[in-house]
């Protein structure tokens, strides 16, 4: 019997680790991700990152007036704009990523039925989740450097440890994208979908983007630095301000561990939602 | 001649919870041939298609597809297979000829190859004026014929076809169909699932009949014509209430009769003599019609239903 | 037994109270949200009044003997503000996603329309029904300032009038905005980041106006949430503005509410009738 392309390129795969939910070819979900990149209109990519841009301009300049300059270490003051630029790229890198991740992801599964038509052909789910993601991240790391770009020319970026925001701004997102994607897989309805809505906005006003904790009570402090959002805008700010050292490991860590508990748990959803 | 068989199923089932979908079937599906599963919705036929795509796991039984376990096989299984599923699930972000494109990508082909096929199927799937436009804008046989297309960018041994001309208008179901001839000319397989009659007298080879799950019967649909009914058939309407009460004196009168809630059909090889004779008994219908017998007579004959609910 | 439209249908009745069965419709979708509408309205300015009026609050109030802003704490300052745009942005949601269904995604408003329902009616009823569900959210809202004792409710309860109105009238050009959209994606995009943003960001929501550089001021002046703003903290704590000012408020905000109806009057008819 002839065997057409297709079969031998999946034939060459047999015996491979988890060859039955990963084909390899998470790029050519990316590929897809650029055709339809490439028709979409150019002002809604453009004004993209504009949420983090408008913000820093009326809360850096408006608030930092009456707010003065914030301490960031022992004797250590910052610009109230210089204080919250950081806050504002690490939530803007969740949005991004959760709003792919999330409600991108609903739409596909639930109406376009793009996922349904990806697994009829020999990609497994995981290829479709990580193609997926990839995507996400790289037009976070592009909207984080617009933004850097941005606070450079404000004069606000004084340390070259900065420049280390973008691929933080990439861990962010990365982590977002994993844990939302696995949690949109159990969505059922926008009602449901709301709910994503209704966590993320404390998660932004209370972890820390425009004030320091302190103020806090010390339970309140306690279930804050729990929250995925704070350890990414510490993190942020501290590469964004120079202050390296062992202390922001544990951010890493966690956000290490938001990759790999959302990636197991996206692929193990689509392939019960789709193999089942 | 031995045929080569591609899909062999024994006792295959396919439970969710309580309810079984699929209960236990056998079949097997020849190399060439254009096979068809005829049911109603909810018969067991697109669940049984969905465990041949790989793309559903059965709870027992056996299958093999090209000598394959699809359960452990899937991403092998599904390279030899097009999957036209019966909801269009094509990429509403991307054009006619990227969607062609990226479908070909998924499968791991070359760039040079599909580019060169998708030149073959626009002209195939009469897409080629709409090569650079959205899929969004296409008409309904347009998308069908593109989602066809699309299964065969990797020129697959079994395309799988899950109602492929349901609500469709009759002009692009013609279109339809006469693309599918010319894929078994080429020597495709065709697996196809349908609840129209003429679709499945139209397009397939060999039949089975499914209902709730089981196998009422398999056999060409000539054959199957010839088995279970007669050579023609007489509709009668006598006007909503009074169908069961002229119904006893017509029994005696052909060798089987279906009271329906709106007609009575009555078997007969030769229709018109029937109706004469009925007219002689001082019975008049408001209208009848004399036809041929068709697959629906068979299915309600094995099921005591009609296919269309 | 059949007695046919003739006898069935009040067709006086239907046209004299079409508005009010439109409006009918809209509630009843709205009752399948309700959950969600509840918990968004109340957990919102509990958000928003605990982290910024509060949080923020507690930098700015504390600085070296400034009385907070405007002669008043920063919670109080910001209330006006935070009541205004929560009702700008519910009553501008309720006008523009049924408006792009009722055309776009599910066409019910040409369901509608087959009834002896006109445009006009249908424009008016989902405008009225986003106007009720408004004023939900802006009393709880309310209760809400004054749980945090942002406002003083004998002295700013008419705040919850002014804010309305001020909603009511940008909602009516983005009623006809809705109805003149085609491209719903766009639309929804470009409303989210050009226009809810900028102007909840950019309306001395958060500060004095006059505190940003004149261009940016500029955003402020043509924004209805910096009219809604200025009345509102006039009325709930006295802040100062000239009398020609508050008239200037009142008229721009007129302006936008005709200008907004008989537009959006104009696109329904076209739009069912095309």
Redesign the interface.
């Known amino acids: 019997m002839i065997t057409s392309a297709a079969v031998a390129i999946a034939e060459a795969r047999i015996g491979r680790l988890g060859e039955s939910v990963y084909s390899g070819r998470a790029r050519t979900i990316l590929e897809r991700s650029y055709l339809a990149f490439r028709s979409s209109a150019w002002i809604v990519v453009l004004t993209g990152f504009l949420e983090p841009v408008l913000y820093l301009f009326s809360f850096g300049y408006g608030v930092g007036k009456l707010i003065g300059k914030m301490e960031v270490g022992p004797g250590h003051f910052v610009s109230y704009a210089a204080f919250i630029a950081p806050a504002l790229l690490a939530t803007s890198a969740m949005n991004g990523a959760i709003y792919d991740a999330t409600w991108n992801v609903f739409f596909k599964m639930k109406f376009d039925r793009v996922y349904q038509g990806m697994l009829a052909t020999s990609l497994g789910p995981l290829d479709v989740a990580l193609g997926e993601i990839s995507w996400a991240l790289l037009r976070g790391m592009v909207y984080a450097i617009a933004f850097m770009s941005i606070v450079g020319g404000l004069g606000l970026i004084t340390t070259p440890w900065a420049l280390l925001a973008i691929p933080v701004a990439v861990l962010i997102a990365f982590g977002f994208a994993s844990v939302g994607m696995a949690v949109t897989t159990y969505m059922k309805s926008f009602e449901q979908m709301n709910i994503i809505n209704i966590v993320l906005l404390p998660m932004f006003l209370f972890s820390g983007s425009f004030y320091p904790l302190t103020i806090y009570p010390g339970w309140l402090q306690g279930f804050i630095k729990a929250l995925p959002l704070w350890h990414g805008i510490t993190l942020m700010r501290s590469v964004s301000l120079g202050l390296i050292s062992a202390a922001l490991l544990p951010h890493i860590v966690y956000f290490l561990a938001m990759i790999a508990i959302g990636l197991f748990f996206t692929t193990r959803r689509l392939t019960k939602l789709f193999m089942r | 001649m031995h045929k080569e068989s591609l899909i062999q199923a024994k006792g295959l089932t396919k439970l969710y919870g309580d309810f079984a979908a699929v209960k236990g079937i056998d079949f097997s599906v020849h190399k060439g041939e254009s096979f068809g599963f005829l049911g109603p919705n909810g018969a067991g036929k697109s669940t049984t298609m969905r465990i041949i795509?790989a793309?559903?796991?059965r709870t027992s039984g056996e299958i093999s597809i090209l000598g394959k376990d699809p359960a452990?096989?899937?991403?092998?299984i599904?390279?030899?297979?097009g999957?036209v599923?019966q909801?269009d699930?094509?990429?509403?972000?991307?054009?006619v000829t990227?969607n062609l494109?990226?479908?070909g990508?998924?499968?791991?082909?070359?760039r040079k190859?599909i580019r060169a096929k998708i030149e073959e199927l626009l002209d195939f799937a009469q897409l080629v004026e709409k090569r650079d436009v959205?899929v969004e804008t296409l008409s309904g046989g347009m998308k069908r014929r593109l989602t066809i297309a699309r299964a065969l960018i990797?020129?697959?041994?079994i395309l799988m076809l899950d109602e492929p001309t349901t609500g469709l208008d009759p002009q692009a179901r013609h279109i339809l169909w006469d693309r599918l001839f010319r894929l078994k000319e080429q020597g495709v397989t065709l697996l196809i699932t349908t609840h129209y009659m003429d679709e499945a007298e139209q397009l397939c080879d060999r039949l089975m009949v499914m209902d709730k799950g089981s196998i009422m019967a398999e056999d060409s649909p000539s054959g199957l014509i010839k088995k279970y009914s007669t050579k023609e058939v007489l509709e009668v309407r006598f006007g909503s209430d009074k169908n069961a009460e002229v119904s006893p004196q017509l029994s005696t009168l052909c060798e089987r009769m279906e009271v329906l809630p709106d007609r009575i059909l009555m078997y007969a090889d030769d229709a018109e003599l029937l109706l004469e004779e009925i007219r002689k008994k001082g019975l008049h219908p408001v209208t009848s019609l004399v036809r041929r017998s068709s697959l629906e007579d068979v299915f309600l004959r094995l099921t005591g239903r009609s296919l269309v609910e | 037994m059949r007695q046919g439209s003739l006898a069935v249908v009040d067709t006086e009745r239907a046209i004299k109270l079409g508005t009010l069965f439109v409006v009918e419709a809209r509630l009843r979708t709205m009752l399948h949200w309700i959950f969600s509408l509840l918990t968004g309205s109340l957990l919102n300015p509990f958000f928003y009044l605990a982290s910024l009026g509060i949080g923020v609050g507690t930098f700015i109030n504390s600085r070296a003997g400034s009385g907070g802003v405007d002669g008043v704490k920063y919670i109080v300052f910001l209330a006006p503000a935070l009541l205004a745009s929560v009702a700008i942005q519910d009553f501008m949601g309720e006008v523009t996603f049924p408006v792009l269904q009722g055309f776009k995604w599910e066409k019910l408003f040409f369901a509608m329309n087959a009834t002896p329902l006109s445009g006009r009616q249908i424009a008016l009823g989902t405008y009225f029904s986003a106007m009720l569900r408004t004023v939900g959210s802006v009393l709880i809202y309310f209760a809400v300032l004054v749980g945090f004792k942002a406002v003083h409710p004998a002295q700013a309860w008419p705040m919850m009038l002014t804010s309305l109105f001020a909603a009511a009238c940008f909602a009516a050009i983005m009623l006809a905005a809705a109805a003149a959209t085609e491209n719903d994606d766009l639309f929804l995009n470009l409303m989210g980041r050009l226009l809810i943003m900028p102007l909840f960001l950019f309306s001395g929501t958060f500060y004095p106006l006059t505190s940003m550089p004149i261009p940016l001021q500029a955003i402020g002046w043509i924004s209805p949430l910096w009219h809604a703003t200025e009345i509102g903290r006039w009325v709930s704590y006295g802040h100062s503005i000239p009398g020609t000012m508050i008239a200037i408020h009142f008229i721009y905000l007129t302006v936008l509410l005709v200008v907004g109806l008989l537009w959006a009057f104009n696109r329904f008819e076209y739009r069912l009738s095309k």
């Open positions: 795509a793309t559903l796991t452990e096989r899937g991403p092998e599904r390279a030899h297979l999957v599923p909801q699930n094509l990429d509403q972000a991307l054009t990227d494109y990226i479908y990508r998924y499968f791991g082909l070359s190859f959205k990797s020129e697959p041994e």
